[in-house]
């Protein structure tokens, strides 16, 4: 793409490892390059890049976007580098005995962007970014999308921030600022779509993929969801903090669907393990 710059990788350094990208640090030490899988088109770069320039451009704390790359076969962004930095994973990784006072941390950040107003004309509506990716899966059954559909429809019009891909990896500190990062699905719509898939990361996810993303294992991010629930939904009662996951069940059945779509691919086959996702939190 035209305005793709071209990158030689022997001046950068891979620093990390998610689970559409690859991140490299520049041997200048002055910018973090993040570069998508090659299966995945370079359309994703640029929307996630502009995002980006929303985000940033609205003040909030997030690196400044520098510019669009690729290094031959893949496509991304190049952003500032944030040093000294470690994400609240890392720190947790490493102090387990930050555990409770990053989580609860993270929920006063997390609800600070959910009571945000968003600029509805520059970023987009989850809930229609969801509606068209689920009627792009050529191989999801008709059944299933009308089930999708049925409960979008009923999902309010909520004009506040999204983050988009709400973990604790997804925060990096430098001992004085606090900034959010991975913002390209950053857009407006019901907190409810943030929470859903953060409570389904912290609960079911396979312990190798939490390792690889968050560098925990289970049993560490299902302690993180305890911390943050109380605080973030303001309540110890453990009946209202379950009735608050009860809510969450339909928003991760769409929004797992989403993700899934968004790295694998719209003529992707829909697994058995994915339809039954769906079964499980948005029944007929």
């Keep these: 793409m035209d305005d793709m710059e071209r990158i030689n990788l022997d001046d950068y350094i891979q620093t990390g490892e998610g689970g559409t990208a690859l991140t490299y640090n520049h041997k200048d030490g002055k910018t973090l390059a993040k570069l998508f899988m090659p299966s ?8 996630e ?15 400044k976007p520098i510019r669009l790359i690729t290094d031959g076969t893949r496509f991304g962004a190049e952003y500032e580098l944030i040093q000294p930095k470690r994400s609240f994973t890392r720190i ?26 968003a600029d509805t004309k520059r970023l987009p509506d989850m809930k229609e970014m969801v509606r068209s990716m689920v009627d792009r899966r050529e191989q999801l059954p008709n059944t299933y999308k009308e089930r999708i559909h049925r409960f979008l429809d009923t999902v309010p019009a909520t004009p506040t921030c999204l983050h988009g891909d709400l973990h604790i990896g997804n925060i990096i500190t430098d001992g004085q600022r606090e900034l959010w990062i991975d913002v390209g699905d950053f857009a407006y719509g019901t907190p409810e779509w943030d929470l859903g898939m953060m409570y389904f990361a912290s609960h079911f996810m ?10 925990l294992n289970n049993a560490t991010l299902r302690a ?30 769409a929004k797992i669907l989403f993700a899934s ?24």
């Design 49 to 63: 890049f502009r995002i980006n320039q929303v985000v940033y451009e609205s003040g909030l704390p997030t690196p």
């Design 224 to 253: 993180h969801w305890d911390a943050f629930a109380p605080v973030y939904y303001g309540t110890d009662s453990q009946e209202a903090l379950e009735a608050e996951v009860r809510k969450l069940h339909p928003y991760i059945a």
């Design 206 to 215: 396979s312990e190798e993929r939490c390792d690889n993303i968050f560098h």
């Design 92 to 117: 947790i990784s490493q102090e387990p005995d930050k555990l409770v006072p990053l989580s609860e941390r993270f929920a006063v950040l997390a609800k600070q962007i959910h009571q945000t107003p």
């Design 40 to 47: 995945m088109a370079a359309d994703n770069a640029v929307r």
């Design 261 to 284: 779509t968004k790295v694998s691919g719209e003529k992707a086959p829909v697994t058995a393990p994915l339809l039954q996702v769906i079964d499980k939190y948005l029944p007929e």
